[in-house]
């Protein structure tokens, strides 16, 4: 492992400075591919980049990678419960219309 | 980090412990904030399934100039916010650092709010607001904007919430009270950062569907 260097907060503003890089590319991206034609894609593709730029808040902003078990448990507890309403809800419009 | 008395609550006999407890309270809050949203969220992809052209057509007469803006406004908020909360973690917190980041999230917030207040007042004046006067003709574009309104209108409101509790952190740091090792630092970072997350699921489903029909 890499000893790490430097003022602590310096390491910090480096290190969430390049997550915030991270989170305005992946909004220009977003953005940009919003405008090509991509036909059913589109739509796929916006929620795909939304789900990186959340997950990424959540492992460094929201410190979920370095949380214990229990706080892990409580934070994906909830996107199960919200998958499971997605899931059910949608596989009967799907089949029934 | 010394058990200050200002921060350390009954019944916690050590601020270690507190932080602990108060990190998992403030998780099982936010799992039902996300609940809350999740059923929003259903609803309108249930509503967009059912005619995802007047949708799509709804969603162009959105600005996507003030939705990214506000995006990239909350974005930064985030990394601001959370410079204050990890600095505060640290043995050496540096005070005045800490409360130039909580300054500097409480004006991000602000910001936001006046964009979407104006973004707000160019809908009216587009009659954009579902009722009598409504713009479009299709039923379901009324629906979007039914739901446009009210996902960003109670956006707004846990958002103003935010600003409010780092204003008062902010305050509370300028009247001596001490913010390295404060849980409630902890606590409203993590709401607030949630406030962010919310909002990047809703820039994709209000601002970007139809713009490249």
Not at chain 1, 72 to 97: E, G, H, K, Q, Y
Request: net charge positive.
């Amino acid at each position: 492992m890499k000893p790490q260097t430097g003022h602590p907060i310096q390491r910090l503003i480096l290190h969430n400075g390049g997550v915030w890089l991270v989170l305005l590319m992946c909004l220009s991206l977003t953005l940009i591919l919003a405008y090509e034609p991509m036909g059913d894609l589109n739509a796929p593709v916006a929620l795909l980049i939304a789900v990186a730029k959340a997950l990424t808040v959540l492992t460094y902003y929201m410190e979920l990678r370095v949380a214990r078990p229990l706080v892990l448990l409580i934070a994906f507890i909830p996107i199960v419960f919200v998958a499971i309403l997605f899931t059910f809800t949608m596989v009967d419009v799907l089949t029934r219309f | 980090m010394s058990d200050h008395p200002d921060i350390l609550r009954e019944p916690w006999q050590t601020l270690s412990r507190q932080r602990v407890a108060d990190r998992i309270g403030i998780w099982i809050f936010l799992s039902s904030e996300i609940l809350f949203f999740g059923a929003l969220f259903l609803g309108y992809t249930f509503y967009r399934h059912q005619d995802p052209a007047s949708f799509a057509e709804a969603a162009r007469h959105t600005n996507i100039w003030f939705g990214t803006i506000n995006t990239l406004l909350l974005l930064t908020s985030s990394y601001t916010m959370a410079m204050a909360s990890q600095v505060a973690d640290l043995e050496s917190g540096n005070k005045r650092f800490i409360l130039a980041c909580l300054a500097l999230t409480a004006t991000f917030g602000i910001l936001f709010l006046v964009i979407k207040g104006l973004e707000y007042k160019e809908d009216i004046d587009k009659l954009l607001l579902p009722g009598h006067t409504f713009a479009l003709k299709s039923p379901s574009a009324a629906l979007f904007f039914a739901f446009y309104w009210v996902m960003t209108a109670v956006h707004g409101a846990h958002l103003t919430i935010g600003i409010a509790l780092v204003t008062r952190l902010l305050f509370r740091g300028l009247r001596k009270a001490p913010l390295a090792g404060n849980p409630q630092l902890t606590a409203a970072a993590l709401y607030w950062h949630l406030v962010d997350l919310i909002w990047i699921f809703l820039y994709p489903i209000f601002y970007l569907p139809g713009r490249s029909s």
